[in-house]
């Protein structure tokens, strides 16, 4: 068991939240290199672009700007074994990102220090607060000039309702822009531009009031004090347990993009940030470090490489591990599964898994029996909860251009539905399609994957459904008597769940008021 209880401390897996344009991007590359996952910066970026060419789908996303997939990473920090699970950065797919918060364990924000706190983030805050996962903050691009430091600070504890307590301060911005002081170790790190890929250290000045600091940074150096000892009373003093509450946020700033600041928060991320915590499942918490092995899905990927045509299921292992060729317990459908193949995503490439732990992330194929919700275990019923689908604001419906394509199109529809960005409604009085999403982006890249993953030519056009809502009822009776009667508007999803597809919004109010014993949820939890 010891050594399930060492790999358990070792882990530490988490997301990066920000508004697109903060640094995310520029950020992960950074914390590859100093993790020594890749050698040069600009190989995330390269990664995109290699992706693009093998994935044609990707072309929209290529033409779009928008980043619409996300992916897992892994690579070793110091004694830590870190998983970075990515997360789309466009409004559209938020569904997404709110699923892979489900599945870590902290977050990193990222702000930019001329933008302040911004509309998606605000957004992603609002979905840690859900789960309290603890949050560290990067202030990113120091280097240009950007707002006050303690105005920046004011605007999180404000508007993310947050508490901040500064690790790293920052000795001034944009050209007067001299490094950060670390109040944890009474150092400070005199900035230095490393635009290229490698790691290099500048000098670092021990104690605030050295007279080497003087020396260097002139009239900023008693500015700095001045600034520290208003910040040091009116901010809060870093509370671990306060941050692992999600009460609490510790601040670093820097410029992700000259590799400043970033190693501060590195080692102070492996150090700080929790390794998997026990995990509600039904009926019980589970221990990480219960000895037998169970996990979640999060997600699922149709076609992520084309040359394969396969669907990959995200599991979080959440406790015990996983061996190549385990046994696994479908706990949904009640079966047992042998996972040869499980895969990972290492830096780079994907590649055969001999072992998990609990905190990474493993790639099941999917062959259509898996639903992102599911439970798999080594043998106990278990059901983590708590990921939601949400109803759909918009509704099209799919219309083929080669009626001979019915079949094709069934397939796709579905197998694109398993990812969870789009929604399939199947009305019950006719064989329309009619897809459901959150943002209206999500019907292109429908229509796109559609034509170029399953050969399929469709339109989306408009349909008379303004919401949909869940519909259950404890009374089988009276459940029959509102399908009679509400046959017209009722439809299944993917899952065959029954689902009100309400032509406006004064409609559905009507019915709620008319069947007070059905239950209509605008979010059905897996
Ligand atoms: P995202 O993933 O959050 O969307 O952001 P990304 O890292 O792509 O960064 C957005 C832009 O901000 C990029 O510029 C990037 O180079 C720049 N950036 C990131 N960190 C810093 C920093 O510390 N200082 C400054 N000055 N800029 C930074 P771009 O012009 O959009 O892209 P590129 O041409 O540099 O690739």
């Known amino acids: 068991m010891s050594q399930l209880h060492d790999q358990v401390a070792r882990r530490r897996t988490f997301a990066i939240i920000s508004h697109p344009d903060a640094g995310k991007t520029t950020l992960t590359e950074k914390l590859l290199l100093f993790g020594g996952a890749i050698q040069m910066a600009g190989t995330v970026k390269g990664r995109k672009a290699a992706r693009h060419a093998t994935s044609d789908w990707m072309e929209l996303e290529k033409q779009r700007g928008i980043s619409v997939t996300s992916s897992v990473m892994q690579f070793p920090y110091g004694e830590s074994i870190v998983n970075l699970l990515d997360t789309p950065g466009h409004a559209d797919f938020s569904e997404d990102t709110y699923r892979t918060l489900t599945a870590v364990d902290s977050a990193l924000m990222v702000i930019d220090a001329a933008k302040g706190v911004e509309e998606r983030t605000i957004k992603l805050m609002d979905v840690c607060r859900l789960r309290t996962t603890p949050i560290l903050t990067f202030v990113n691009k120091?280097?240009?000039?950007?707002?006050?430091?303690?105005?920046?600070?004011?605007?999180?504890?404000?508007?993310?309702?947050?508490?901040?307590?500064?690790?790293?301060?920052?000795?001034?911005?944009?050209?007067?822009?001299?490094?950060?002081?670390?109040?944890?170790?009474?150092?400070?790190?005199?900035?230095?531009?490393?635009?290229?890929?490698?790691?290099?250290?500048?000098?670092?000045?021990?104690?605030?009031?050295?007279?080497?600091?003087?020396?260097?940074?002139?009239?900023?150096?008693?500015?700095?004090?001045?600034?520290?000892?208003?910040?040091?009373?009116?901010?809060?003093?870093?509370?671990?347990?306060?941050?692992?509450?999600?009460?609490?946020?510790?601040?670093?700033?820097?410029?992700?993009?000259?590799?400043?600041?970033?190693?501060?928060?590195?080692?102070?991320?492996?150090?700080?940030?929790?390794?998997?915590?026990?995990r509600e499942a039904g009926s019980r918490s589970v221990d990480p470090e219960e000895g037998k092995f169970s996990g979640f899905v999060f997600k699922i990927q149709a076609n992520m490489d084309p040359a394969h045509r396969?669907?990959?299921?995200?599991?979080?292992?959440?406790?015990?591990?996983?061996?190549?060729?385990?046994?696994?317990?479908?706990?949904?459908?009640?079966?047992?599964?042998?996972?040869?193949?499980?895969?990972?995503?290492?830096?780079?490439?994907?590649?055969?898994?001999?072992?998990?732990?609990?905190?990474?992330?493993?790639?099941?194929?999917?062959?259509?029996?898996?639903?992102?919700?599911?439970?798999?275990?080594?043998?106990?019923?278990?059901?983590y909860g708590g990921i939601p689908y949400f109803a759909p604001e918009l509704f099209r419906r799919v219309v083929l251009k080669d009626p001979l394509k019915t079949k094709a199109l069934h397939k796709g529809v579905l197998q694109l539905c398993e990812e969870g960005a789009t929604q399939v409604f199947r009305p019950l009085k006719n064989n329309d399609m009619i897809l459901g999403a959150v943002g209206v982006l999500q019907f292109d890249v429908a229509a796109y994957r559609l034509k170029d993953e399953y050969g399929v030519e469709a339109v989306v056009e408009p349909v008379q459904v303004q919401t949909a809502r869940w519909v259950n009822c404890d009374d089988p009776k009276l459940l029959e008597q509102f399908k009679t009667k509400a046959h017209d508007n009722l439809a299944l999803d993917g899952d065959d769940q029954l689902v009100y597809l309400a032509p406006t919004r004064v409609n559905l109010q009507l019915t709620e008021e008319r069947w007070p014993d059905i239950r209509f949820s605008a979010t059905r939890e897996l």
């Open 142 to 278: 120091l280097d240009r000039e950007g707002r006050d430091a303690v105005e920046i600070l004011d605007e999180i504890e404000e508007v993310l309702k947050i508490r901040c307590a500064p690790v790293t301060w920052p000795i001034g911005m944009g050209k007067r822009f001299k490094g950060v002081y670390d109040l944890r170790h009474d150092c400070t790190h005199l900035f230095s531009a490393t635009h290229g890929g490698r790691i290099q250290t500048g000098e670092v000045i021990e104690g605030l009031n050295n007279p080497r600091m003087d020396e260097l940074l002139g009239d900023q150096a008693a500015e700095l004090r001045e600034e520290l000892e208003l910040v040091q009373g009116a901010s809060h003093p870093l509370d671990l347990d306060a941050y692992r509450a999600g009460k609490q946020t510790p601040v670093f700033f820097g410029s992700a993009i000259n590799n400043f600041g970033v190693k501060e928060l590195l080692d102070a991320f492996a150090e700080y940030a929790p390794p998997p915590r026990p």
């Open 310 to 383: 396969d669907r990959v299921a995200f599991l979080r292992v959440c406790s015990g591990s996983y061996k190549q060729g385990m046994k696994m317990r479908h706990a949904r459908i009640g079966k047992t599964v042998q996972v040869a193949n499980a895969i990972t995503f290492q830096a780079e490439e994907r590649k055969r898994l001999d072992e998990a732990w609990p905190g990474d992330i493993i790639g099941l194929h999917n062959h259509g029996t898996i639903q992102i919700g599911d439970t798999f275990t080594e043998g106990e019923d278990l059901k």
